[in-house]
């Protein structure tokens, strides 16, 4: 009777042990009851601003084979793939027996399309071009663009790129007959810069 006792006692003395290792090891381990909210998404409408050194023809005007200038556009995204841009250039150092200026102020959609550093875009814009130097009259016409290009960012900020456009406007005979009639005439454009994100 005696050795049941023991037995008794020491088993009783284990079974506490465990049952409160087992307890304080339970206890260690925090409970939420509150399920873990999802990561908010990355915000995708960001701004590029980009200069850009332009090369475009002046074919509205007679004897007149290219023009060099520069462009600054600024393009902000809605979505991933969509948004919009804006353009504004200036080309005035003219090749060819006539050297004429020309302005164009642009804007419109542009699509995009990202790929780890590397961007393609495709844009339509629409807005004005001004030809000086020439006498035309008038000198301002309706013009849209139809072009694209592709960027590679070197780092978070600052990106290199390169963009073609076709560019159509029409002008009305100048007085001096060095430009065409109202027919609508394409000038290609290349430009080559960087861009900067913000």
């Known amino acids: 009777m005696k050795h049941l006792s023991f037995v008794l006692v020491v088993f009783s003395l284990f079974s506490t042990a465990a049952l409160g290792q087992f307890s304080s090891s339970s206890s260690s381990k925090p409970h939420s009851a509150i399920p873990a909210l999802p990561e908010a998404p990355a915000r995708v409408n960001h ?16 004897s007149a084979s290219s023009l060099i200038g520069g462009a600054v556009a600024l393009d902000g995204k809605i979505k991933p793939w969509f948004g919009g841009t804006a353009d504004f250039g200036y080309y005035g150092m ?21 790929q ?22 008038p000198n301002l016409a309706y013009a849209y663009a139809i072009g694209g290009g592709m960027q590679y960012d070197l780092n978070k900020r600052v990106a290199v790129r390169a ?20 027919d609508t005439r394409v000038n290609p454009r290349a430009t080559i810069g960087v861009a900067y994100h913000f």
């Open 163 to 182: 963009s073609g456009d076709a560019i159509f406007s029409a002008f009305a005979i100048d007085p001096n007959h060095l430009g065409y009639s109202q």
């Open 47 to 62: 701004f590029d601003v980009a200069a850009n050194f332009a090369f475009s023809s002046a074919n509205q005007v007679k």
């Open 116 to 137: 780890d550093r590397y961007e393609a875009f495709f844009h339509v814009m629409f807005g004005l071009a001004h030809t000086g130097n020439v006498g035309a009259t």
């Open 94 to 114: 003219g090749h060819g027996l006539v050297q004429p200026t020309m302005y164009t102020m642009l804007a419109g959609p542009a699509f995009f399309l990202n």
